[in-house]
Every structure is written in structure tokens, then in C-alpha cells.
């Protein structure tokens, strides 16, 4: 099975089981903050933000970070490929826009097709520095936090204001209760997820801080074969370029801490040449070596 249906599968089980959690009240909080009785898995933005707002360190809340941070050690970022529900929003609304966008007429890129804005994301990828706009956003998240005394980006988070605007609904249709969150949720969403289209690329302060979490991280990372790659045989081959979210080119190091271990390389490489350690053999479909690698599968 491809990496991105087994991704497909966690992402749909998380969501599912905190929303039955949520509106059944056997859980408690969201991805932000879920617990069960004394078990509580809690954001580790929101813990940093909860020590700065509060000038002191809670006990509970740290060990919760040295957990995160260990887990990130291991897993790098996979936190947002594998249980963010804002990926798989974000994909529903870029499917939605470039309907639309089709629909006017315009033309909606292929992802595995090359073009002028994948060449363009290439040119960028060797300027990608450690440090970027997100980490700016981090910065003031954690300075409006010790200002405010409350984390204040919590309201805005689009991971909280997802689930938020699943129990506004259910309390809609399920408990027949209206009240203003009914707009205003979705509407902070949309403005997020459509106004703010790269906000996983340019504004997330969890993405960023987990960026900086996974730099040491050298686990499940995508090796590329160089025998069976098609670029080191002198074809001009960007297919795994072109179809990375985070912008990287596995095979280099630089910008890796960034990798979601997602696994689209690894499943639209034309030749089956990229590996995840731990995930399925390579793609057992891969063309042959003379198979054109602009169109794979
Ligand atoms: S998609 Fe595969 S063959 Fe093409 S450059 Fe990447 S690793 Fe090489
Ligand atoms: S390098 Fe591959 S696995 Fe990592 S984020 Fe990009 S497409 Fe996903």
C-alpha cells in the first residue's frame, strides 16, 4: 500500500477519534490539548506559551515537552503530514479553488507536470534557510503570550479553530444551539486557510517550532538510490521536487529537518528510487528506466 493512502488512513483515525471523544465528552480538549482522566498530550507551543503567560513552569506541562521533543527527535516532523487536520482542510480548499479557478477558466497545475512555478520552487529551495517567516510568527506568539498573560494565539490556531467549528456544528444539528461561533469559527478558518494559502509554508508557529525541534532528527528520512535515479543518469528528472509540500529536494541534507516523511517522493518517483526506512518497498509499478520521467504512474 502507497504511503500516502496509510497517511491517508491516521490522518482520518485521529480526526475521528477525538471528534467522538469531543462530542461524546469521553475525551477531553483537541489535538491542542487532548487528554484522558490523568493522561494529557497538550500542544508544545501551547506549553511554552502556558509558562510564559503564567511566569512559572508547571511540572505536567514539562514533561509533556521533553515527551514532544523526544518523539521529535525520533520522528521529526511528522506531526504535520500524519495527525494535523489542517492538511487534509487545506487540501479540500486548494481542490475547491483550483475547481473554481478551472471553472473561470483558468488552468489548474498538474503537480507532476513541470512548469515555470515548479522551476521557480526549485531555484528557491537551495536559499531555504533554517530560520524563515514562520519562526517570526513563533517569535511573536511567545512574545504576545508573556504580554498578554494568555496564550494568545490559541484563539487563532487553525488546528483548535477546526475542531471548534465541529463542535459548534454538532451542537447545531445535534443539540439544536445557535449561537455566534457558528460564524465566526468558520470564518476565522476560512480567512486562515484560503486569504493565508501558505499558511503551513510561511505562518504556522507550530510547524516552525517543530522545524526547529527536528534538527537533530536523522530518522525516516527518504534516501535517494543514485543507481536507479534518473537524474544522475543525466535525465532531466524534478518529479520528487515537484511534488514536495515542504519544497525539498531529498537529495540533499539541507532543509531535511523540514521533511514530513510524507512519502509523495517516494511514491511518485518514476523508478521506485527513493526509500523510507520503516515504509513499503519502493513503488512496485515504477517504469522502466526509458519510461518518460515527466509523467509518472
Ligand atoms: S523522482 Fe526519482 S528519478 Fe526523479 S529525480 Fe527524484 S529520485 Fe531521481
Ligand atoms: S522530502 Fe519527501 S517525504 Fe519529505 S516532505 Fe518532501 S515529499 Fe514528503
Redesign the pocket.
Known sequence: MKLQRIRWIVLGAVFVLIVVGLISSISMGTLSSFGWEEIAAICPLGVLESFLAGKTVFLRALIVLVVVVALVFIFGKVFCAWVCPVAPVRSFTEMMRKRFGKAQGKSAPNCSEDCSSCAAKRSQIAKRSTLDSRHIVLGGTLLSAAVFGFPVFCLICPIGLIFATIVVLWQWLGLNSISWSLLLYPALLVIELLVLRKWCLRFCPVGALLSLLSLPNRFFRPK??NA?????QG?D?????N?CPEGL???FKEGMNECTKCGL?KD???????TIPFSATPNPSAPTIASD?GK?E
Do not use: F, M, Q, T
Open positions: 535517494v538510490d536507479k535515479c534518473l537524474r544522475e535525465i528528472c524534478n518529479v520528487c521536487v511534488v529536494d531529498p537529495h517522493c511518485k518517483c518514476p523508478v521506485g528510487a527513493i520521467p509518472p
